[in-house]
């Protein structure tokens, strides 16, 4: 019913700056609230970050004031913009709509490497 699609992951130097991309199929995008979480090797999957459907933010402490979730409905885009990146950002990032019903839907995660 729902695809997600995460992009813009890579390698990249301690203090350095990210843009991820999660691209939406179907059409509850623009009702659902959406999120991002990380899963760091060692430790349980975190939520990063999360933005409703009225466009409020929520962050964790660890990225707050150094990440920005924003989204597109035309697109049916969430981006995750991460910058002054430190090597504990490092981690695969997941997308997850949550469309007020169910469990939700997942993307496949795009892998983020923090280097110092």
């Known amino acids: 019913q729902v695809q997600l699609v995460e992009s813009g992951g890579g390698l990249v130097q301690a203090g350095g700056s990210l843009r991820l991309s999660c691209a939406a199929s179907?059409?509850?995008?623009?009702?659902?609230?959406m999120r991002w979480y990380r899963q760091t090797p060692g430790k349980e999957r975190e939520l990063v970050a999360g933005?409703?459907?009225?466009?409020?933010?929520n962050y964790a402490d660890s990225v707050k004031g150094r990440f920005t979730i924003s989204r597109d409905n035309a697109k049916n885009t969430v981006y995750l913009q991460m910058n002054s990146l430190k090597s504990e950002d490092t981690g695969v990032y997941y997308c997850?709509?949550?469309?007020?019903?169910?469990?939700?839907?997942w993307g496949q995660g795009t892998q983020v490497t923090v280097s110092s």
């Open positions: 997850h709509l949550w469309p007020f019903s169910g469990t939700g839907y």
């Open positions: 179907g059409s509850i995008f623009s009702i659902s609230a």
């Open positions: 933005i409703t459907s009225g466009g409020r933010t």
